[in-house]
């Protein structure tokens, strides 16, 4: 069955030329003009496979539709958009959104990493170990386990979106070793020098968010400066 793709674009010509681009890649697409429509798409005929979304809509904005996305759904989301400074960009990975790519962009280069995306949701459960107690403490034991793609705190789930639950397994995989921001996204993102470093800083200061006693002064995911981060487990 053919993989579902939606856009979610306010620009009739952009919204055309991708849906035949993402067409011509073997996707069955879905459009939105609004992200209202799009989220009315997603309760009313299932979540798709992956999700672009541009950030400057009418009616609600992209930020709030990743968001409201977010909330219940793990669905690879790429932004496409023409705001690209540094506020911008980071907003929309704090939203929830796994990349992002700016306008105007090549066509090859946003298949690429819709591409890199669905690999990672396909093989997001890593089995080199099975269960890891990342804190051990009695008040906030957390384990991750990524045969069963897990992570639970005092016996409750933690809700991490895809790209954060492989984060966290591959600094897990690599306990008490420093990971570059590169080697994180040629492992994580996949794709080398598309990369930008400020995707894995985004997604680590929301990791810890979840994980951590205090995400201004982290004790598990701790930043090595000039260097990149490391996971200390918690015995």
Same mark, same amino acid.
């Given at each position: 069955?053919?993989?579902?793709?939606?856009?979610?674009?306010?620009?009739?010509?952009?919204?055309?030329?991708?849906?035949?681009?993402?067409?011509?890649? %073997?996707?069955? &697409?879905?459009?939105?003009?609004? /992200?209202?429509?799009?989220?009315? @798409?997603?309760?009313?005929?299932?979540?798709?496979?992956?999700?672009?979304?541009?950030?400057?809509?009418?009616?609600?904005? $992209?930020?709030? =539709?990743?968001?409201? &996305?977010?909330?219940?759904?793990?669905?690879?989301?790429?932004?496409?958009?023409?705001?690209?400074?540094?506020?911008?960009?980071?907003?929309? !990975?704090?939203?929830?959104?796994?990349?992002?790519?700016?306008?105007?962009?090549? &066509?090859?280069?946003?298949?690429? *990493?819709?591409?890199? !995306? #669905?690999?990672?949701?396909?093989? +997001? /459960?890593?089995?080199?170990?099975?269960?890891?107690?990342?804190?051990?403490?009695?008040?906030?034991?957390?384990? !991750? =386990?990524?045969?069963? $793609? +897990?992570?639970?705190?005092?016996? #409750?789930? &933690?809700?991490?979106?895809?790209?954060?639950?492989?984060?966290? =397994?591959? !600094?897990? @995989?690599?306990?008490?070793?420093?990971?570059?921001?590169?080697?994180?996204?040629?492992?994580?993102?996949?794709?080398?020098?598309?990369?930008?470093? *400020?995707?894995?800083?985004?997604?680590?200061? #929301?990791? #810890?968010?979840?994980?951590?006693?205090?995400?201004?002064?982290?004790?598990?995911?701790?930043?090595?400066?000039?260097? %990149?981060?490391?996971?200390?487990?918690?015995?």
């Amino acid at each position: 069955m053919s993989a579902q793709l939606m856009i979610v674009e306010d620009d009739t010509r952009v919204r055309t030329s991708l849906r035949l681009a993402m067409e011509d890649e %073997g996707y069955v &697409v879905a459009e939105a003009e609004r /992200a209202e429509a799009a989220l009315d @798409q997603v309760r009313d005929f299932g979540v798709p496979d992956v999700m672009i979304v541009d950030l400057m809509l009418g009616g609600m904005d $992209g930020y709030t =539709c990743i968001r409201e &996305v977010r909330r219940d759904h793990d669905v690879p989301i790429i932004v496409v958009s023409a705001r690209d400074d540094t506020h911008d960009v980071v907003a929309a !990975l704090e939203a929830g959104a796994d990349d992002f790519v700016t306008k105007p962009f090549e &066509v090859k280069e946003l298949t690429a *990493r819709i591409r890199a !995306l #669905r690999r990672r949701t396909r093989n +997001s /459960a890593d089995r080199d170990i099975t269960e890891l107690v990342l804190d051990a403490a009695p008040d906030r034991r957390l384990i !991750l =386990c990524p045969e069963r $793609g +897990s992570l639970r705190l005092d016996g #409750r789930d &933690v809700h991490l979106t895809l790209t954060e639950f492989r984060l966290l =397994c591959e !600094l897990a @995989q690599n306990d008490s070793l420093v990971l570059s921001r590169q080697v994180l996204l040629d492992k994580i993102w996949d794709r080398g020098f598309f990369g930008d470093e *400020r995707i894995v800083d985004v997604h680590v200061r #929301r990791l #810890r968010t979840k994980i951590e006693r205090d995400a201004a002064d982290p004790r598990l995911i701790v930043t090595v400066r000039g260097l %990149g981060y490391r996971l200390d487990v918690q015995a």
